[in-house]
């Protein structure tokens, strides 16, 4: 079974990298209109949060992917469950992820993405575990680092479970690593 032993990051500390980050995202884009990626499931509470402090005029739309790394390539392949239902080509896009781990995922959906011509492509996590990294990928716009722990709430989950934490908690599942 697994538990919940710790919050590591509170709602307060979210509000204010979610503000910090909303004000560096407006100002860099300076009233361009962008279209903004959530990544399904996990980026969900971030980025209902995130959008409502944007001052630009934006496009929503969302992706749904997975991802596969064998551990031999510098890269791994990304599977894509949902796609855009937008055209990005000639378009700013930012990607709105819920957390960076082996850095996998978003260093293959941006590849994808490039191959479709926006204008630019940028990436914001609410979390960033950079000493778990595989790929060598970094995030445009971070909230906050995070050790080497499995975390849960604001949006991430374990088995589907605990999304709707709004504090974001340790968990440690017994009997296995994570
Ligand atoms: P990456 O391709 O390894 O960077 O995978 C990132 C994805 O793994 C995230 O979108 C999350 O869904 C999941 N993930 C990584 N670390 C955690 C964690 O600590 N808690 C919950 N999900 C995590
Ligand atoms: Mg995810």
């Not at 402090?53 to 992706?63: A, G, H, R, T």
């Amino acid at each position: 079974m697994e538990k919940i032993v710790r919050t590591l990051v509170t709602r307060d500390e979210i509000a204010v990298f979610v503000d910090r980050m909303a004000k560096q995202i407006t100002e860099d884009y300076g009233g361009e209109e962008v279209v903004v990626v959530g990544i399904l499931k996990g980026a969900c509470v971030f980025l209902a949060d995130l959008i409502r402090k944007l001052e630009l005029p934006l496009i929503l739309d969302f992706m749904q992917v997975s991802s596969y790394y064998n551990g031999t390539q510098s890269s791994g392949n990304v599977r894509i469950r949902k796609d855009l239902d937008y055209d990005i080509a000639g378009k700013h896009v930012l990607i709105v992820e819920d957390i960076i781990d082996s850095g996998v995922t978003m260093e293959c959906l941006k590849r994808e993405l490039m191959t479709r011509k926006p204008k630019s492509i940028k990436v914001c996590a609410a979390f960033d575990k950079p000493s778990r990294r595989k790929v060598d990928f970094n995030a445009d716009y971070i909230g906050q680092e995070v050790p080497d722990e499995f975390i849960v709430g604001y949006g991430l989950d374990y088995a589907g479970k605990y999304r709707n934490l709004p504090d974001v908690c340790v968990l440690v599942v017994d009997g296995g690593d994570q």
